[in-house]
């Protein structure tokens, strides 16, 4: 469903009650009773597990998996999958300046980006009372796998050619990754360059931000939205570049303090996180995310551009008791506030 995403964006800004954004999507296999190999290689059990999950929750739009190793994957990366969790790279494919020269940029719908863009397109036409989003992976991090996320950070300063190389050919792809996804019909997209949150601001600012600025301003218009993520613990000393990615919307880990993002981030754009995803999510209780959500939404929710949400993607064996506790914190804390009572709503 096609929306103006500029004013949805807009308006969620405003609203005085804002509803969660969770990266939440893989603990759908619970609610299917599937495993998570099940679920990446099935367009169709992608959809249905966002719509269960929308069905289920009271978050502000739906995200569809976030895999970060489907775009690697497609390049030649060797990936390792899991009955329980999320698949990984564990063998890189660039290793000298003639291998990244010889790369190939694959074609999108190749390896499973095309069950990743089935998925969106059938879960657009099915969500359609909240914003759909797909999830894709920052250049860095993507350069990062194909190069080993390791030797990448000693490339950047002894072979900077090489990894610009490897980079501008991730770039490439991204864009057209992006763009599939915007014919799919997903309103926007989630953009993860954890990898870059462990670089140094000057090295972040050559190797990552130029990236994705190039990529948001292909993508991003009125009716298709950026939100850029990063859970590095670095973050916080690179907001300026993050911001001038011109991402419409930022979301943070939780190696970071939320309310120093938020002080240093754009007031006009909206900035989320961050809930522990592995310890609360995954391994906490629902008292524990109880107390974890109402005491940074008390800290943070004075900021109007702050969302509540987790710090990055939540695991698949989350407990789905927890999750509800989190949406049941969310909503207890603005009704506990008399600032909030009025409520607001957009579609």
């Excluded at 739009?61 to 489907?70: G, K, N």
């Excluded at 931000?209 to 990529?215: G, K, N, Q």
């Excluded at 001038?244 to 900035?271: C, I, S, Y």
């Excluded at 609360?280 to 109007?304: H, V, W």
């Amino acid at each position: 469903m096609k929306r103006d995403m500029k004013k949805w964006l807009k308006e969620w800004q405003a609203a005085p009650v804002k509803k969660a954004f969770p990266i939440l999507s893989f603990p759908a296999v619970q609610l299917m009773g599937i495993s998570v190999k099940d679920l990446i290689g099935d367009a169709g059990l992608q959809a249905r597990g966002m719509k269960l999950v929308a069905q289920q929750t009271d978050s502000a739009a739906s995200v569809s998996l976030m895999d970060l190793s489907v775009e690697a994957e497609c390049f030649g990366a060797k990936i390792r999958f899991s009955e329980d969790e999320v698949p990984t790279v564990v063998q890189s494919v660039v290793s000298t300046e003639e291998e990244a020269e010889a790369l190939i940029v694959p074609p999108v719908g190749s390896g499973r980006t095309g069950i990743y863009l089935d998925a969106i397109r059938q879960a657009a036409e099915e969500i359609t009372d909240r914003p759909v989003f797909a999830g894709v992976i920052g250049p860095y991090s993507l350069a990062g796998r194909l190069m080993d996320v390791t030797e990448i950070m000693i490339l950047c300063y002894e072979e900077p050619d090489m990894v610009h190389t490897v980079l501008r050919k991730a770039t490439r792809f991204l864009i057209d990754y992006c763009k599939a996804y915007k014919e799919c019909g997903a309103n926007g997209v989630v953009i993860a360059e954890p990898l870059a949150g462990v670089l140094s601001p000057t090295l972040e600012e050559e190797f990552s931000e130029p990236y994705t600025r190039e990529i948001v301003e292909s993508v991003q218009d009125d009716s298709f939205a950026v939100i850029y993520h990063n859970c590095g613990n670095g973050t916080a000393m690179m907001t300026a570049s993050i911001a001038a990615t011109g991402a419409a919307a930022f979301h943070f880990g939780n190696a970071v303090d939320m309310e120093e993002m938020l002080q240093k981030m754009p007031k006009d754009k909206l900035v989320m996180g961050n809930i522990d995803p592995a310890g609360q999510f995954r391994n906490g209780t629902p008292e524990s995310i109880r107390k974890e959500t109402l005491a940074l939404m008390e800290r943070c929710c004075r900021y109007d551009n702050f969302v509540i949400s987790s710090g990055c993607d939540i695991p698949p064996m989350s407990r789905w008791e927890n999750v509800r506790a989190f949406f049941g914190a969310v909503k207890d804390f603005y009704e506990m506030n008399e600032k909030h009572a009025e409520g607001y709503k957009y579609e």
